[in-house]
C-alpha cells in the first residue's frame, strides 16, 4: 500500500508556489483593510448581470480572495499537499488550468442555477477544493494521506472532503441545491478530468531545479569544449583521440 509523502522544493512546484504567493499577499493586504476593494474587483457574483459589467477577469482571480485566516489556512493547505502532488504529476500548465477551470466549472453551475436559487458572491477555492483533492484520489486511490494523525485512503479523504463541503460548507454555495449541484458537478469534472486525459496544447510550465540547472551548465560546457577541440583537429580521425 503506497503511503503519500509529499516532496518539497520550488522547483518542484513553481505553480502552487506562486498561487501560495498570491494567497498570502491578498490576505494580507485585506487584513491591513483592502477587504471590500477585493471582493469588488476580484471576487465574482456568478450571474446574467457580471457579464454586463465586462470584469471578465474575476473567475481567475476569486480563489485568491480570502477575509479570514482558516479558510485562506485550510485553502493553502490542500493547494500545497495535494495541488503540489498533481503539478508534479501533470506540470505546472495542465495543473493551472485545472485549478482554475474547476472554479469556473462551480461559477457557471451557479450562474444556471441562480435564476431559481439565491447565487453568494464566490471567495476563495469554491469548486476548486473539492477538485484537487478529488483529482488526487483519482490518480492515488489507495495512498495513505495522515488525517491528524490518522491514516486514510485517497479515495476514503475526497469522500469525506465532499461530505463536509456539502454539509459543513453550505454557505459558500448560497443554498443547498447549489451546494449539491456545485459539489457534484465539480467532483464529477475533477474524476473524469483525471482518468480520462484529455489532451490540451502544450501548457507544461516547468521551472529547472539547481540540479537540473547544474547539469544543464555542464552540458553546455562540454559543447563548448567539443566545439573546440573540432575547430583544432586536422584529420576526421583526430577528433576521437585524446
Known amino acids: 500500500m503506497a503511503t503519500y509523502r509529499p516532496s518539497f522544493g520550488y522547483g518542484n512546484t513553481p505553480v502552487v508556489f506562486a498561487m501560495l504567493a498570491v494567497f498570502a499577499a491578498i490576505f ?6 483592502l477587504g471590500p476593494v477585493f471582493v469588488l474587483y476580484l471576487a465574482w457574483l456568478p450571474n446574467d448581470a457580471w457579464i454586463l459589467t465586462a470584469r471578465l477577469w474575476q473567475p481567475f482571480t476569486f480563489p485568491f480572495v480570502h477575509l479570514g485566516f482558516i479558510p485562506a489556512l485550510f485553502d493553502g493547505i490542500v493547494l500545497y499537499f495535494f495541488g ?12 493551472a488550468f485545472f485549478f482554475f477551470a474547476s472554479g469556473i466549472v462551480a461559477g457557471l453551475i451557479m450562474m444556471a442555477l441562480s435564476p431559481w436559487i439565491g447565487v453568494p458572491v464566490m471567495i476563495g477555492m469554491v469548486g476548486s477544493f473539492v477538485a484537487v483533492v478529488v483529482a488526487f484520489a483519482a490518480l ?19 469522500a469525506l472532503v465532499i461530505v463536509w463541503e456539502f454539509f459543513g ?15 457534484g458537478g465539480v467532483s464529477l469534472f475533477a474524476w473524469a478530468f483525471t482518468v480520462f486525459r484529455p489532451h490540451l496544447p502544450s501548457l507544461d510550465i516547468h521551472a529547472p531545479n539547481l540540479r537540473e540547472r547544474f547539469d544543464r551548465w555542464q552540458q553546455r560546457r562540454r559543447m563548448r569544449a567539443w566545439q573546440r577541440r573540432v575547430g583544432r583537429i586536422d584529420k576526421p580521425e583526430d577528433l576521437f583521440k585524446r
Open 84 to 95: 503540489g502532488s498533481l503539478e508534479r504529476a501533470w506540470g505546472g500548465g495542465r495543473f
Open 140 to 158: 492515488n486511490p489507495y495512498a495513505t494521506v495522515y488525517l491528524y494523525f490518522f491514516p486514510l485512503q485517497a479515495r476514503w479523504l475526497a
Open 28 to 33: 494580507l493586504l485585506a487584513f491591513a483593510g
Open 169 to 183: 460548507n453550505t454557505g459558500r454555495y448560497g443554498s443547498v441545491p447549489g451546494a449539491a449541484a456545485v459539489v
